[in-house]
């Protein structure tokens, strides 16, 4: 373990994505600078009617100075984002906004508290070699962007405290694992669709209600958290929990309003991709026009860098398919297996990608025992 | 990280957990009915607050008008007389309470004649059992 740790605080990884975390961070920390100032312009400064400071009441800034402190936030996004200063602007404006959050106990949300720190641990990435406007055209080189990177490990802890903690206050509390608290948030759900004129068949509506139901959705949610809090370490299971985590977080967001949390852990899920670029080799056969508008399109949307794209002329004749994938262990796919590769490191895909590899493998033992003599 | 932990060790013993990453912790429900304590020919009055408003003289016997929400913004605070999910759970809310209510309470000094502010809290756990709880704040 005190060796595996070493190795940590001493690797050096190509810093790419961090950029990418870090832009990402920025946006969602501007927007929630944003959502700030815009209730400072509604309702006025805090200070003035009730409000819980968790600091001594000294420390809470005057009306102009929590002002300035949430332009301040909100310009140091807007830095972060663009890549200028991008450190120093994530930790400022990360810092600004978890001192905010002491002065006022009200406006306290975990979701907003889990998005300072994630920022604030960013920050000590190098998260401003990739993704500067600065730099513009000046990217640099994948051995110029390699650089320390301890920091992630802190990041990669703090999206698992989240998840274990959350898990465990739900495991320790009999009523949230009972699933009572599910069943009355379903009952809410029912009534709400009823309200927007939503008629949910009787029998579904009937198994959405009973207690059977929300006992067992309440033990699956605790067992989910505390899987993704462990499952996110190991490489075995790693891929595997990061598409559960996609998942469960868009059935949050549908039926929950947690501001910007369902976005920040889809964020934050950056910190446990492996940093490396292009370490997938992509050929297309360019005589398939079905696969060269899919090269155009992965091309501009392969924000992760994960593909080198080729084109390859004979690939149909020597391979038999118009697309392969060489994965990282230099084993080559196609067909099936080549889109369900694809699919497992291309964004806009990663939620197929459990049932494409399941097409892949059906259709290989379809071929193998059609094959056998 | 060690200090993260400590905060969420910490956490489980605040009553609104704060800094504990404790999710959808509660389908609790309240509803608060606030009143004014008064006393009139030496004998204790609760009056009933309406529409989250009262009004009541000075000691020169101007009459002024107070508002609860003039103090209390908050969401699930700042709504009276009706029920309310308690985001953050029962406890998180009550705790609360009792600081806008004595933060209210501190701050109406034109008001002569109340001597006490009481919300009487109706809870609803989860779905299931049912309580009264009322907190008092003495006017400073």
């Not at chain 2, 910490?10 to 404790?22: E, I, K, L």
Request: hydrophobic content about 50%; proline content about 4%; glycine content about 6%.
């Amino acid at each position: 373990m005190s060796s595996r740790g070493s190795a940590w605080l001493r690797e050096e990884r190509d810093a790419y994505v961090f950029g990418l975390l870090r832009c990402a961070l920025g946006v969602l920390l501007f927007l929630q600078a944003s959502r700030a100032l815009s209730d400072w312009w509604d309702s006025g400064y805090f200070g003035d009617y009730w409000h819980l400071p968790i600091v001594p009441a000294s420390l809470v800034p005057s009306h102009g100075v929590y002002a300035g402190l949430l332009a301040f936030e909100l310009v140091a996004a807007a830095c972060a984002i663009a890549g200028v200063w991008s450190r120093a602007a994530l930790l400022g404006s990360s810092t600004t906004g978890l001192y905010l959050l002491l002065c006022d106990r009200l406006q306290y949300h975990n979701n907003r508290y889990a998005l300072l720190l994630i920022a604030f641990l960013t920050a000590f990435t190098p998260c401003d070699r990739s993704f500067s406007a600065r730099r513009g055209a000046r990217a640099l080189s994948p051995e110029a962007r390699r650089a320390p990177t301890w920091a992630r490990r802190l990041v990669q802890a703090q999206v698992s405290l989240i998840y274990g903690a959350s898990a465990l206050g739900k495991l320790a509390d009999p009523d949230w694992r009972g699933g009572q608290v599910l069943a009355i948030r379903y009952l809410h759900t029912l009534s709400y669709l009823a309200s927007q004129g939503v008629r949910v068949p009787r029998w579904l509506a009937d198994v959405y209600t009973s207690p059977w139901y929300a006992s067992a959705t309440a033990k699956g949610a605790i067992s989910l958290e505390l899987f993704l809090a462990l499952g996110l370490w190991q490489p075995r299971t790693r891929r595997f929990a990061l598409w559960l985590g996609v998942l469960f977080h868009f059935g949050i967001e549908l039926s929950a309003r947690v501001e910007l949390f369902s976005w920040l852990m889809w964020t934050a899920y950056l910190a446990f991709v492996t940093p490396e670029c292009r370490e997938r080799l992509l050929e297309v056969d360019p005589r398939s026009r079905v696969a060269r508008l899919a090269t155009v399109v992965l091309r501009r949307l392969d924000i992760l860098a994960r593909f080198d794209v080729h084109e390859n002329a004979d690939l149909l004749t020597s391979a038999g398919s118009i697309v392969r994938v060489t994965d990282r262990s230099g084993h080559a796919h196609t067909g099936w297996a080549a889109y369900a590769q694809i699919a497992s490191a291309f964004p806009p895909l990663f939620a197929a990608w459990p049932l494409l590899a399941m097409l892949a493998t059906f259709r290989e033992r379809r071929q193998r025992s059609a094959a056998a003599p | 990280m060690l200090g993260q932990i400590a905060l969420i060790a910490f956490a489980q013993r605040a009553p609104d957990h704060v800094f504990g990453f404790q999710m959808f912790n509660a389908s609790s429900e309240l509803k608060i009915t606030l009143y004014r304590q008064i006393h009139m020919y030496g004998k204790p009055y609760r009056l009933s607050v309406q529409h989250a408003a009262w009004q009541a003289r000075d000691k020169n016997k101007v009459t002024h008008a107070f508002r609860w929400n003039d103090r209390v913004h908050d969401g699930v605070l700042g709504q009276l007389d009706t029920f309310v999910h308690a985001s953050y759970g029962l406890d998180a809310q009550l705790f609360r309470l009792q600081f806008a209510l004595n933060d209210v309470a501190a701050h109406i000094p034109d008001d002569a004649e109340t001597d006490a502010l009481v919300a009487v809290v109706e809870t609803v756990k989860n779905g299931r059992e049912r309580a009264t709880v009322e907190l008092t704040a003495e006017r400073p």
